[in-house]
């Protein structure tokens, strides 16, 4: 009809406007989130990859790791603490006793959080050729990486042996890595060290608003830890050697021994590596939830003072065998450890900047025998009540991961292994003994005579007993010495061979990983 | 002559601005519509039409399409091909056609839509006419015939003019006059068809009588309905798909606040449950459950709109509801429509030049339906006793008697010992009011109409601190700016309070109701801080919370604002093909505030600061669709087809406020402390081509088939696009000649259909875009500085970034493949429906979270994935009979709903999804478990095995605690747990399936009768065969330590009591009694009296004289609502949903019970 004729035309135009909006339209399909970039999008300067850096510090200081569970493991699994009483919870308990199975929740956060640390890690060195716009600083960072990547691996191959090896961020669902032999972990954590010692700075490098990253004296002293751990002693002497111990660089002991555990003297000469907590002052912790507990206003505490507290939970205790191990007068020692008392809150004891006494009621829980007497004794070492009374306060005091006494005792069990001369070996011991507020008289002793490898291998595993305790070290030593036979009865009472040298791989990672034992080794260590 | 200068000057118009001398200008009247016509009616449409010589024939068919009629005639007895003149301008057509015809010396005569001419002098039987019209193409010769006579009348004998007289099989026929009198000429053994639009079609067979008298009844079958589908309307006779239309009185029978909540019992297949207190959207399910991790809402369409939910709408606005229920129906709306497809019609005026206004209220009072028999305080002691003694456990020393003797606060004259608190009655709500105002006006004329209302629904809730509030208006019109174009709005604005539960997790106030120690009151007025009394931990050796004082005291709302409105732009191109674009926007602004005050009740609560947490959700979704709707028959071939172009996109935004105060003077953030803000904006677009064929031949042989194309912008590049075809044919067998015989069938109709529909996840109904996965699924994003590290001690030091995802770019639709196959059958003139169909859907790739190993760092986040699969096979059965003849009219509709679901795979073999443990509710194992092979969330726990009489008993028994001393764990009056594979243990192997919260099938009636002025509606609902784990057993006579109980558990096992299947009480639980076991598992299956309705209409006549006739109907009504429940099931309420929490389901955590209510309400027209 003509009418319709008329109007063609128009309609025809129409059509043509719309099939053009039409074809323009599916454009508009293309969507990204603009809350959050896209990974490539995002990891393209140098700005980029340092945050990227800092994401791995902090997944490092989270409540799996540093801020919690990382101490209570470590404290478990050596034999320097007891039971507080009942309140410490079950998945603990297990953990203590020696009962841990594949789905302890203690233990499969702490794989995961170790790996989040990797994968962030990963995430640094794969876009690092994107920092050329600060190619000093992207480097650095990529020292940083390798060096927390390195810790989080030792981390894992000191509790699990052969764990999987991811040197790159997973791509696909299907990426899996089977568990790699323990040597070959140690490789890459050799070589991951290494390098981040020739990309690190020392620390005058850092200003104030740096404090707490890696140095190449932390890289070196890691180094070091991880050749003495595979029993190469001589590459171990020669990275701990490497460290400086005088100008802006060096490190030194601290005259104050308690200076090494106090919020007020963080960051002092002594510390080669501490991972930093601050309170915010709202009496908060970020329990987590997921994963690592990120967020960008997530408190930023520790909790350790809240677990280990005389007066707040008093979760673990020292257990006897370490209160004993200290030189008492009382059992033949010329002099007390005055170390012992900075180890240790006992009853009787002033806190609380001399203004409070603690008795027996103040402690929760379980009590202790030492030298034969029963008392309720507690931990001191990294809690806050020096300095105030509080029941709840978890706390910002920076953890000490590595500090230059343990460098000291590292030499003199290097020295030894290696066969040097006894006064080679107990003149490291000896500068640990003469911090000035410790001043135990030097080996040998009548205790420790220090004359055969034996007595000095004796003399060490008593000084850094006394020295590092409740430091997360002991444990790592109890593995080190125990292939070498060092122990007439291993440390740990519960201990089963074929079992107990390493923790359970958790349910999780073997559910869903198929590849997990394509290297030949079996998903699940011996035993569980 | 003045008129004649008048059209020339007009005509002189017109050729001035170019037009052709044949020129038309037309505003069309009324379209076909439903309703019957009446002959005045059809000669007062006005047209305007302007023509110069031209033939008869071609005017007469220009007048049938402007006026929407149909001209029966000869061309041999009428001058056809004559050429004359005419020019109308918004004449009545009785004028045109007096003009146009007397000169002709021809008469008219209206019957229906028809207008039959003849010759003068012409015997209207004689007439032989061409039944097309306007073809003039010649009918056939007059055959020798007899002259038959006769009158038609309606059902109450009045005469009924313009029926339309047919003979079968041929062309010829005529029309009833005025008085319902006709004449034809028909051979013997011929076949009268007398029909007229709204009554049903009576065929006489011409025997030896020359007089008839034929009633025709008038139509009230939903068979030649039209049907509003997705994007069109069909007659229900040519359907072929599952769709069911439910009509706005029935939708408004129930004293509601939503439509979906209106629906529960009114389809067959669609399952719906309430879930919570006042403005909380029930749970609704098409055919089942389609997927695992997403909800079963289904989509909502209004007019044309798609949506995520009916929150906030008016049922009284609504039209009619259409459920969509098959693929072949649904997959229209592709990737949106595996969970059914719901569309609402709203109002429209009619065109008959009246204004209409029409008030509707009703109010009432709800009260709850049950309650629990609870211990009193004696009890209590007598119970405490029991418990504590057997663990022993001192007596708390609230309950030593130096302190249950004491007043209950400073100058009460009542002792703690004296006080028998019932928690129930304090913390629910009797005579909770409930009440809708509605009024509606509306009406309109051949150019404009319009309708418009304003109504307000408010409902307490039946406990404390609940209620829901709408205000909402209302204004849909339309109008015709010429003979080609018309435009229309919708415009529906809303806005909502809610006053909702607070408490988050499973332990609802009903845990506190049952907790509470009846010896506390439910006040302490000498308490300054809220006014309330609370238990002491220690002090009580019990902390439950008093429930009533958060309800009253904390202020959780949500106060949403909502814009819905279309527009569109109708261009009909010709009589067949049709165009619509169509603008429309949904706006929601949610505010949900969160204000809990400082309050201090000595025990359990003490808020020392105030918080305020206040969030804003803002959706904005836009639509734009343009759509080609082509309509045409070639003989007996009918073509419909319609391709459309759809663009919906839709933004959100959420912003969150939070902080304290530390006096309650200040409920803002006004100078708060802890300030903390946050917001995200979020985007997405689904573009869609749609196409569509209806194809019917002769009315009998149908056949439908179409295809969306849907581009969603929430998959990766490359992935975005899908199809979603489907197919369905039927077959009218009635239509057949073969059938003629078969007299008491009135309606016979197969169906198949099969198609491919999607899902994507809607977001707590409040989108139809979004999916529950977000809008960037497949685009990992970096989390920038959403983690910190504090360097050198300072918090702004080390800002951090990372990523934790592994983007799964292939992931796409959870797709649907469902077949349907359905029948329909009326018989003795569909007096009695019936209506079968039979379905089976499949879907096979169902997204789960398929987990990483922690190894790869993502801190074990999963990776979505189209891993499992599922199947849903049902038979549905909906039956009704019609009484309509009589002054007592009644009509009985019955259905019956059969699903079976079944998990077919999850991503590996064996492996299991479990849900639902919560330490308060059987210790923390979880309460379902979704195998392969089973329905989805089947209830998962231990079977029990009876209780332990002895310790021999127990000593020859399974180890009840695997790895405990079973002489310390377990003793005489401890439940059994069976050793389901027999190691001599029960371990988490021991557990097993318990059953499933979905029915074995659903089912209602409804019955309905009027008697001369009076109403009656009752309808039953009820669901048969589903199991509900009642959790909240465990906590009312679970006795796993010192809390109120049900007096059930003074039924105990004792040595002395022993035939109980209360196992002993003993505080602590040793033997882990509580854990998820077939104790807690209980038959759901319930029958509901959901609605009982007495009216009466005041009597036309005497309401006009009454009223001088400002008020045409008035009805008054009473009503009530679940009035009787019939179940075994021992909690609140039988009918459970779930805490919003993932395969959940029918698991009873206290959940806000159903009310019983009461309304009267009037229902006034003006």
Known sequence: ?528 | MKKNEFFNQLMYRFMRIGLLPLVLISCMTAVVSASPTSGQEVLDRKINLIAEQREVRSILSEISRLAAIKFVYSSQRIPAHQKVSVQARDKRLSEVLDVLLQPLDIFYRVSGNQIVLMKKGDVAGDLIFNKGGDSGTPAEPPSMATEITGKVTNENGEPLAGVSVLIRGTAKGTATNASGNFTIAANPGETLEFSIVGYKLVSVKVGSTTSLNIQLQSDASKLNEIVVIGYGTQKRSTLTGAVASVSSKTLNELPVASIDQALQGRVSGLNVTNNGSPGTSPIVAIRGISSINYATDPLYVIDGFPTGNLANFDSKDVESVEVLKDASAAAIYGSRATNGVIIVTTKKGRRDGRVQVNYDSYVGMQSPSKKIDLLNTNQYVQYERALDGAAGIGVPPRMQPVNFNQPIYAGAKQTFAQTNTDWQDAYFRKNALITQQNISISGGNSVSRFYTSAGYFKQDGIAQGLSYERGNFRINSDHKFSRVFTFGENLFLSVGNQHYEGTGGNRSPLTNVVRMQPYLPVYDPTNKLGGFMGPHNSFDGADPTNPVEPAVLNQYTIKTLKVLGTTYLDINLTNWLKFRSTFGVDYINGYNQKYVPIYNDGGTIANSSAGINNERQLFTTLLFTQQLTFDKSFGQHHINATAVFERQGQNYTDETASGNQSTNDTKTLYGATNIAANSTFQQNLIISYVGRVTYDYAGKYLMSASIRRDGLSVWAPGHKFENFPSASVGWKIDQESFMHSARAISELKLRAGYGLTGLNAAVGGVGANGTALGDYPWDVGVQVNQALYPFGGGLGNGPASYYNQIPNPLLHWETTKQFNVGADLGLYDNKLTLTAEYFRRKTDNLILDVPTPSSFGLGGAGVNGNVASMENNGFELQAGYHQREGAFKWDIAGLVSVIRNKVLSLNIANASIAAGGDGDFGGGAPLTNTVAGRPVQSFYGWKTDGIFQSAADVAKGPVQLAGTDPAKSTAAGDIRFKDQNGDGKITDSDRTFLGSYLPKFTYSLNYSATYKNFDLAIFFQGVQGNKVFNAERVIVEGMSRLFNSGTAVLNAWTPSNTRTDIPRAISGDPNQNVRPSDRWVEDGSYLRVKNLMIGYTIPASGLQSLTKGAVTRFRVYISSQNLLTFTKYKGWDPEVGTRRTSLTNGIDYGQYPSARSYQVGVQVGF
């Open chain 1, 1 to 528: 009809m003509l009418f319709d004729k008329k109007y063609l035309g128009l309609i025809g135009t129409g059509m043509a406007i719309t099939i053009l909006t039409v074809i323009s339209c599916e454009k508009d399909l293309n969507k990204t989130d603009p809350n959050a970039p896209e990974v490539p999008a995002y990891f393209t300067n140098s700005a980029a990859i340092l945050a990227a850096t800092n994401s791995v510090y902090s997944a490092m200081h989270s409540q799996p790791l540093v801020a919690r569970e990382w101490f209570f493991i470590h404290d478990m699994r050596s034999d320097q603490v007891a039971s507080g009483g009942g309140q410490l919870g079950a998945d603990r308990a297990q953990i203590l006793n020696g009962a841990s199975d594949p789905s302890n929740d203690i233990i499969t956060p702490q794989w995961a959080a170790l790996y989040t640390m990797i994968h962030r890690a990963n995430t640094v060195l794969d876009f690092s050729p994107n920092g050329k716009d600060n190619a000093a600083l992207t480097a650095r960072n990529v020292g940083e990486a390798k060096f927390l990547r390195a810790w989080a691996y030792n981390e894992l191959v000191s509790m699990w042996g052969p764990v999987p090896i991811y040197t790159t961020t997973v791509k696909t669902q299907n990426d899996f890595q089977p568990r790699a032999k323990e040597a070959d972990v140690y490789k890459q954590i050799v070589q991951d060290l290494q390098d981040a010692a020739a990309a690190l700075p020392e620390k005058s490098a850092y200003g104030g608003s740096d404090l707490g990253r890696a140095t190449r004296s932390a890289a070196n002293a890691l180094l070091g830890r991880v050749y003495m751990q595979t029993g190469d002693y001589a590459s171990a002497k020669a990275a701990f050697l490497k460290i400086p111990t005088s100008g802006a660089d060096g490190y030194s002991l601290t005259n104050r021994y308690l200076d090494n555990f106090e919020e007020e003297t963080e960051f002092n000469n002594e510390s080669i590596f501490e991972v930093v907590f601050v309170d915010k002052g709202d009496n908060n912790f970020n329990w987590g939830g997921d994963n690592v507990g990120d967020g960008p206003s997530a408190d930023q505490s520790t909790v350790r003072n809240q677990e280990y507290c005389p007066v707040a939970w008093r979760n673990l205790i020292p257990s006897n065998v370490f209160l004993n191990e200290f030189e008492n007068t009382a059992t033949g020692a010329p002099k007390t450890d005055p170390r012992f008392s900075f180890t240790f809150y006992q009853t009787g004891d002033v806190y609380n900047q001399g203004k409070s006494t603690l008795t027996d009621g103040d402690q929760n829980g379980n009590s202790s025998v030492v030298n034969g007497v029963t008392k309720k004794v507690s931990w001191r070492k990294w809690m806050l009540m020096y300095k105030e009374k509080s029941s709840f306060h978890p706390g910002g005091n920076n953890q000490r991961l590595i500090r230059y006494a343990e460098i000291l005792l590292d030499l003199a069990e290097c020295e030894a292994e290696l066969g040097s001369p006894a006064a080679v070996v107990t003149g490291y011991l000896n500068q640990v003994r003469a911090r000035p507020d410790v001043a135990m008289p030097p080996y040998p002793t009548t205790q420790f005579p220090c004359v055969t490898k034996n007595d000095l291998i004796k003399a060490i595993m008593h000084e850094r007993s006394v020295e590092l305790g409740i430091e997360e070290v002991r444990n790592i030593d109890i593995i080190r010495w125990r292939k070498k036979g060092y122990f007439t009865t291993d440390p740990l009472s519960y201990f089963r061979a074929n079992r107990d040298e390493l923790l359970p791989i958790p349910q999780m990672e073997i559910d869903n990983n198929p590849k997990l034992d394509a290297g030949g080794i079996s998903k699940q260590n011996p035993g569980y």
